[in-house]
């Protein structure tokens, strides 16, 4: 259940409600349990959904959030921004001919359970004196060093901001994900035993040859680079790239200025470019600061990739969707940001990936009037880390190449999440870090 779209859009609230505890066991007992769960391939963590699905179906809500503990430490993360309906549900057998069952929502309704009650500590296993570094702090650092501590490992994890959590702090709105339950569930991987350090840059505060002398490290940086359009007026006040406005907002209150010392500018008519999860959030935090926000796409909604309920909630909230449209120019007057000249595109016949292609249409230029514009357009691997390892080698869109295990080129340097697969989700990230902490469990073990 969503609150009100009037209501929400003057706050940064949370805006999914969840569903009631009656809500929760009626739809447990709708998995038919198979005898061969697609769920469980589904998800990228190898939750045993099943055995979590059964157990609340039984009212052993405790029991639910043990099993999905085993495989995830941040379930209630996990069950708000996860695209279930791609992963997990999207393979789940009742959905074939009609509605599958809603496992993040039972996910996040247990892990909120445990929480407000006060969750327990997994156990971990016997110490190993072995220690582990790992880079950055967000999905991929904590769930490789979730796993990791309760192998029985000592993991300290760097993080180069003077908050935990990655883009599960920076990038992610409190309206989607609220911050003290990302709090909460990062310090249940302290509890663990995993240190974070804060405010620690590996090359500057940690010296590369301190970061080696471990007995393994696992590169966890994400994507924080974010990518531009190269068109003329880019560099005028008043443009941001989704990852400066989000972290400005999300992590340093700037909405709250000058009550916070982080300023950004309040648009009145902001421009966001893009059609993912990131120009959602953009979009739906300028509305929230008071704007009229136009959504500029270069493909047709159908291509999009964000998630169908953030573009039913951006549209509920007031934004308006100018799709099959481009910008190739950013306008400005007295130094200052006053429009977007774009061009319609015409789309083609959608490719192998079902994406339509996509033309300019001659002569179909116009303005938009703005005085901020977003780009949320994608972006890369942080290159300060890797200039710091310059043995490291890279795949064309600047990742860090790893294998099936997750090695890099440097002997005992280890890499997931979006650092190695380009920006992906945060389930993805967490998968590739749970992958590359087994394959360094057994190799530190030998």
Request: with cysteine.
């Amino acid at each position: 259940m969503d609150r009100d779209a009037d209501l929400r859009v003057a706050d940064f609230e949370e805006v999914d409600l969840g569903l009631t505890k009656e809500q929760v066991i009626a739809e447990a007992k709708r998995c038919i349990q198979c005898k061969k769960p697609k769920c469980i391939s589904g998800c990228p963590v190898g939750i045993d959904i099943p055995a979590f699905i059964q157990a609340i179906a039984d009212e052993k809500l405790q029991d639910a959030v043990d099993i999905i503990k085993k495989d995830n430490m941040l379930p209630a993360v996990c069950g708000r921004v996860c695209p279930q309906e791609t992963q997990c549900q999207g393979v789940c057998v009742l959905g074939i001919k009609g509605t599958p069952i809603a496992i993040g929502q039972l996910e996040r309704y247990v892990a909120d359970i445990e929480r407000k009650k006060g969750a327990k500590c997994p156990k971990c296993a016997q110490p190993t004196n072995k220690k582990v570094a790992v880079v950055g702090s967000g999905p991929a650092g904590l769930a490789c060093a979730a796993e990791l501590a309760r192998r029985g490992h000592s993991v300290t994890i760097f993080e180069s901001l003077h908050e935990a959590g990655g883009v599960l702090m920076y990038g992610i709105p409190a309206f989607r994900m609220p911050k003290d339950i990302v709090q909460y569930e990062i310090n249940q991987v302290k509890k663990l035993g995993v240190e974070i350090k804060t405010n620690h840059i590996v090359g500057r505060s940690v010296s590369v040859e301190e970061l080696l002398s471990y007995s393994a490290v696992f590169l966890g940086t994400g994507a924080g680079l974010p990518y531009f359009m190269g068109i003329q007026g880019e560099n005028l006040p008043g443009v941001y790239s989704a990852n400066e406005f989000l972290t400005r907002v999300n992590l340093m209150g700037a909405n709250k200025f000058p009550e916070n010392d982080t300023p950004v500018k309040v648009g009145k008519k902001v421009v966001v470019v893009g059609g993912g999860n990131v120009a959602m959030d953009a979009a739906r935090v300028a509305r929230r600061m008071g704007a009229d926000v136009t959504l500029m796409y270069r493909r047709g909604e159908a291509d999009m990739p964000a998630r169908l309920d953030e573009v039913r909630h951006a549209k509920e909230e007031g934004v308006f969707f100018m799709t099959a449209t481009n910008p190739i120019a950013i306008l400005g007057e007295n130094n200052a940001v006053s429009g977007v000249k774009a061009i319609k595109m015409e789309l083609g016949t959608p490719g192998d990936d079902g994406r339509c292609s996509f033309y300019p249409v001659e002569g179909s230029e116009f303005v938009v009037e703005a005085d901020v514009v977003i780009e949320a357009i994608g972006q890369g691997p942080n290159p300060l880390l890797l200039r710091m390892l310059p043995e490291l080698t890279r795949n064309r869109n600047g990742s860090v190449a790893v294998n099936c295990l997750g090695e890099t080129s440097i002997q005992k340097v280890y890499a997931g999440g979006d650092v190695a697969t380009g920006a992906a989700t945060v389930i993805l990230a967490m998968g590739t870090a749970k992958e590359a902490a087994v394959a360094i469990d057994k190799k530190l073990r030998t």
